[in-house]
């Protein structure tokens, strides 16, 4: 059996032809299925998004606000991340002409900050998952002070130090090394 998924939260078109709508929940870990990015929700999901027609655009703001496990890059530990971020989107409704496969349209950068819908609904679930994801740091930490894992042998250093021998310059230095050398000898 999966994860359950959110299906309660959409933005119906028709409620937006009265004007601005504005919503806000709070979703419990599983509610959302984070795993195929290999992160887990931990606490709850706190979001709020108001949802207005802004000419042709559906404008949907709002912020995010919980906790996720993800993996640290330098130790492969667990890392708990705090998210939390406002967002600005805008989305427009498909148009089948604009979106045929064999024709190859330029994109401008008006057309890059829009995002394409079908139907009369946009579901906040996905809205929401997009941005959590989007929050996440490119290269979580376990720790600011993470040691991470020996290039040799593998042992997560945060635990204990292994024998491996450790290089006292980085190899990189081998040339500057060089260029000092004939510059000592050309003083001398």
Known sequence: MGAPTMTRYVVDLKDLEAGKIALDGRLEPGEI???????????PLAWKLGAEKAGDEIRITGSIETVID????????????????????????????????????ELGEEDTR?????????????????????????????????KGLCPECGANLNVNACGCARERFSPHMDQLLEIKRKLEERSS
């Not at 299925?33 to 606490?43: C, H, K, L, T, Y």
């Not at 708990?80 to 989305?91: E, G, I, K, P």
């Open 114 to 146: 829009t995002a394409f819908f079908s139907g009369t609904e946009l579901q906040i679930a996905d809205i929401l998952r997009e941005q959590v994801l989007l929050a996440l740091p490119m290269k979580a930490l376990c720790a600011l002070d993470c």
């Open 33 to 43: 299925d984070f795993s195929p990015e290999g992160v887990r929700q931990v606490g």
């Open 70 to 105: 993800t993996t640290c890059s330098r130790c492969l530990e667990p890392a708990r991340v705090n998210v939390a971020r406002s967002f600005d989107l805008f989305f427009l409704e498909r148009d089948r002409q604009m979106f045929d496969e064999d024709v190859e349209v």
